[in-house]
């Protein structure tokens, strides 16, 4: 008996679809025979011919169709087995990647590593997590979905970090595609345009303003930036995650800085100034006493990194806090070596005497 093939419905018409295997009851190892033979058994238990006006039967045998359509064709197998019921947006975006540069929608090629790994994710999710990226959004879907978040590392140097900055960033953005509205499909057939993923990319410039004193790891949130929604759903958001490089000079405990000053040995011994750089560029003058001991710190108020916490605008900076570094001298003039002898002499003479 000749089957009629039923055209497949585009996966988002697919309202939880049941295991390819589970329908044509083979194990998932049967071999393309035995799928063959389940099939052809199914079909001829099924088939509208013999069931006329039974609309399950009709159900039935159009799943048993979409099972065998899958399970008979290698490569759409292997997909399948790999991705789950999920399998038709990986070959959509599969398709779109080597239709790259063609041309339409798909101006230029992407990849899926760029796309969702060091560009979204700092941390780089690999090829199957970029699948989850994507597709995790649809999994028990139903009605209008929400849009998943996106993340996007930027990094400023203290300096930024302390006069607040700007980030240009660019974007390759996934926006319902406006040929099917998002549908994946136009009149029952694949979308040309998208493939059927009802996504298409854009690629999107966007200002980010990035606070003072934002702190190393601090999100910035921009609403309705994210990935698209579904069925109607808003789009997610975009988060920046700013990292604050590290500063050669300038160590940042929470809103207080921490640098070091060298001090010569005889302004520590008699008392004396130093001249300390603040991280704005500022020359400031501190004032040390006599018998300042190497290490000691001291607190310069109101120098330090600006707060973000609205709490404590009392206070909207934190302090700068500068380490004594005693220095000796390198080299000693003849002058000098004489002072320096008359002093061990003195000294030592009062250690005798005490
Ligand atoms: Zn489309």
């Known amino acids: 008996m000749p089957l009629t093939a039923t055209p497949i419905a585009p996966y988002n018409t697919v309202a ?9 009851g083979v194990s998932r190892s049967a071999s393309d025979k035995e799928v063959r033979q389940a099939f052809r ?12 006006g039974d609309a399950q039967a009709e159900e039935r045998f159009k799943e048993i169709n979409r099972a065998y359509e899958v399970l008979s064709d290698k490569d759409k197998r292997k997909k399948y087995d790999r991705y789950g019921e999920r399998w038709e947006q990986a070959e959509a975006f599969d398709q779109a990647r080597r239709a790259g540069g063609a041309g339409g929608a798909f101006t230029q090629t992407f990849d899926l590593g760029d796309l969702f790994g060091p560009a979204y994710r700092q941390a780089g999710a ?6 989850e990226g994507i597709f995790g959004a649809f999994t028990g879907r139903r009605g209008p979905m929400r849009g998943q978040n ?10 930024e970090a302390f006069q607040a ?3 240009l960033l660019e974007l390759q953005s996934e926006e319902a595609c406006a040929t099917c509205g998002g549908s994946g499909e136009i009149a029952g057939a694949v979308c040309h345009v998208c493939q059927g993923a009802g996504q298409t990319l854009k690629m999107k410039r966007l200002e980010v303003k990035i606070p003072a004193g934002v702190q ?19 789009r997610g958001d975009l988060y920046v995650v700013v990292r604050v490089r590290a500063h050669p000079r300038f160590e940042r405990k929470g809103a207080d ?40 710190v ?23 806090l500068v380490r004594v570094n005693v220095v000796l001298p390198q080299s000693l003039s003849d002058r000098e070596r004489e002072l320096f002898e008359r002093l061990r002499e003195e000294r030592r003479k009062q250690k005798v005497g005490a």
Do not use: W
Request: charged residues 30%; aromatic residues 6%.
């Open 16 to 24: 939880m679809a049941r295991d390819f295997y589970d329908v044509l």
């Open 41 to 52: 058994r199914l079909a001829r238990k099924y088939h509208p011919d013999v069931n006329p």
């Open 126 to 131: 690999g090829r199957g997590g970029a699948f």
């Open 150 to 159: 996106v993340e996007y590392a930027t990094d400023v140097t203290l300096e």
């Open 165 to 167: 900055t700007t980030r």
């Open 216 to 234: 190393d790891g601090s999100r910035v949130r921009i609403a309705g930036e994210g990935h698209p929604g579904f069925g109607g759903g808003p």
């Open 257 to 296: 800085l921490v640098t070091e000053a060298g001090v010569a040995l005889e302004d520590a011994v008699l008392g004396g100034e130093v001249e300390v750089q603040t991280l704005s560029g500022k020359h400031v003058a501190l004032k040390v006493p006599p018998l300042t001991q190497n290490g000691r």
């Open 298 to 320: 001291f607190r310069l108020s109101g120098l330090g990194m600006p707060r973000l916490d609205e709490k404590r605008k009392n206070k909207a900076r934190g302090d700068l």
